[in-house]
């Protein structure tokens, strides 16, 4: 039905997150009937980001740079520093606007089924930035799933003997949402969290 190449360029495109088979043939066809304005630009960004993105060395952040821009950033307060799960999360915060420490990117979250131990996880690097004694608060900001809850357990676990601060992140009702279309466990976690009305 189509050519090899077709068929390549619609495995690769359905196996992008949020994209099946049938995404993936719309996405190969809108790219290919415009070729020009979004096919050859898309390819050209795809082999630079290949060739220059590299990890950051201190949070695990993505960036041209072995050490990102928010790590360079002289602005940032470097006495707080938000661990996130993944680089996703980490721009997600970013997003918000709010926060102005640096980050620590563990690269995951323990999972006994995943086979994901503290090993796995970039938890040594984060223990070394705490010795240099700089933070003075670590916010978790992690999920609440099961192993997201699990992992910031066992960090806080490794550097409560520090003079340390640890917060986590406030969970419950969203601003704008309505309780009948709130699960169950945020419903919960807004009730333990209440607090009192100013």
Known sequence: MHSPDIQRLIQLLSKLPG?????????????????????????????????TIKICTICGNLDSETTCALCRSPERDESLLCIVAEVDDLWAMERSGCYKGHYHVLGGVLSALDGVGPDKLSIPALLARLEKGKVKEVVMALSTTIEGQTTAYYVAEQIKERDISITKLAHGVPMGGELDYLDDGTISAALKARRPVN
């Not at 088979?21 to 980001?49: C, D, F, H, M, W």
Request: without cysteine; positive net charge; charged residues 25%.
């Open 19 to 51: 994209l099946g088979p049938r995404s993936g043939r719309r996405a190969a066809l809108y790219l290919i009937k415009n070729k020009q304005t979004t096919l050859e630009p898309l390819s050209l960004s795809l082999i630079r980001v290949a060739e």
